[in-house]
């Protein structure tokens, strides 16, 4: 069925009135525009051979000391490469963080010795996988706001981030016991 739904939209398309497709070329074109802007569209940033795709964070309650980091690493490189180290303003510390059921309990503990991200692979730090931990937050992260971090890799080096305050119940929050 998928199969033809790229045949339906190219037939809508050639159907179309010129002026409609003329309209859709040109937004087609501003949007490509908007994408060379950083932070209008694309938010994401390159350092080296790699790529980190939409760093973002969520918003936390009052008093609470510690906020996730998610985003996508892309390693264009041949090479493979690793996360070493994360700081940022926000917090006295970021660690690097992994899931595992111990148990039958959900827990996460620190990733020791970096993450690989393989070369031409990319690794997703994302709620419920590998995440960034700010621990120790000096200040409460809020919904809309950037605020910046900088990751180092093993042969990138480093690079300056900014991650995206999202909503506080985005994607599956769960919560966990940290141990600090
Ligand atoms: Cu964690």
Redesign the pocket.
């Known amino acids: 069925m998928s199969k033809f739904l790229p045949r339906a939209r190219a037939l809508a398309l050639r159907g179309a009135p010129p002026l409609q497709r003329r309209l859709g070329f040109a937004v087609l074109v501003l949007l490509l525009l908007l994408a060379r802007v950083p932070g209008v569209f694309a938010h994401e940033f390159k350092v080296g051979d790699l790529e980190i795709e939409h760093p973002w964070s969520r918003a936390t309650p009052p008093g609470a000391k ?1 906020a ?1 980091g998610y985003f996508t690493v892309v390693n264009k490189g041949s090479a493979p490469d690793r996360l070493l180290s994360i700081s940022s303003d926000i917090s006295d510390k970021a660690e690097l ?1 992994e899931m595992g059921v111990k148990d039958g309990v959900m827990t ?1 503990r620190p990733v020791s010795g970096g993450l690989e991200i393989p070369a031409g692979g990319k690794v997703a730090l994302k709620p419920g996988a590998y ?1 960034l ?1 700010f621990t120790g937050l000096k200040r409460q992260p809020k919904q809309g706001e950037k605020f910046p971090a900088t990751l180092t890799f093993e042969k990138a080096g480093s690079v300056k981030v900014e991650f995206a305050v999202e909503g506080m119940g985005e994607t599956g929050d769960m919560d ?1 016991d ?1 141990a600090d």
């Open positions: 510690v996730g963080h996460m995440h931990m966990m940290h």
